[in-house]
């Protein structure tokens, strides 16, 4: 059974910085290209990063480029996601997926608070 | 970025037939999924390119379209599909999503 979960998420204030991380279980996950998508309160879901399966391409949204950082670590099947500068309207749900053209698996998301 | 437009809200009844838009600003071939998203938990896949049935997902759900304009059609509708949906495209970068539908039995 495909499992991913999240951790490190919590409250900081803006300006600060974090590194989520997303352990995956049930598959092969050096094979697999990964995801990290976002949702804020009450709001619609943003793609935010995406990581090939064996780290040669990173692709960022405008809204996190130059800020976050897409990384793994295939001998821990982890996938990770380090915030810098972070704003208030970075607070979000964080989700990882496991997907190429679409999402079939997701965690249970790490919430991010950012405020002072 | 491609933007997806969707209806904010629908009401249905049990049993009814319930069909759920998606329109693109652009083209996406027929690179558009469908996902499901009950209150507190994470998105499920329920239709990938338009119109194929992810692994687990009721037959009541289908998916039909190509280019601009994409529906995800239940039928007939349970109450536990109170829930939202939203469309998803691939073709163009970056991924978008719809801002949703939330759909609500009567």
């Known amino acids: 059974e495909v499992q991913l979960v999240e951790s490190g998420g919590g409250l900081v204030q803006p300006g600060s910085s974090l590194k989520l991380s997303c352990v995956a279980s049930g598959f092969t996950f050096s094979s697999y290209n990964m995801h990290w998508i976002r949702q804020a309160p009450k709001k619609g879901l943003e793609w935010i990063a995406l990581?090939?399966?064996?780290?040669?391409?990173?692709y960022y949204a405008d809204s996190v480029k130059g800020r976050f950082t897409i990384s793994r670590d295939n001998s821990k099947n982890t996938l990770y996601l380090e915030m810098n500068s972070l704003r208030s309207e970075d607070t979000a749900m964080y989700y990882c997926?496991?997907?190429?053209?679409?999402?079939?698996?997701w965690g249970q998301g790490t919430l991010v608070t950012v405020s002072s | 970025d491609t933007v997806l437009t969707q209806s904010p809200a629908l009401a249905v009844s049990p049993g009814e037939r319930v069909s759920i838009s998606c329109r693109a600003s652009?083209?996406?071939?027929?690179?558009m999924h469908w996902y499901q998203q009950k209150p507190g938990q994470q998105p499920k896949l329920l239709i990938y390119?338009?119109?194929n049935l992810a692994s687990g997902v009721p037959a009541r759900f289908s998916g039909s379209g190509s280019g601009t304009d994409f529906t995800l059609t239940i039928d007939p509708v349970e109450a536990d599909d109170t829930a939202t949906y939203f469309c998803q495209q691939s073709w163009n970068d970056p991924y978008t999503f719809g801002a949703g539908t939330k759909l609500e039995l009567k």
């Open positions: 390119k338009a119109s």
């Open positions: 997926a496991k997907g190429e053209d679409w999402f079939a698996y």
């Open positions: 652009e083209g996406v071939n027929s690179y």
């Open positions: 990581i090939y399966y064996d780290s040669s391409n990173k």
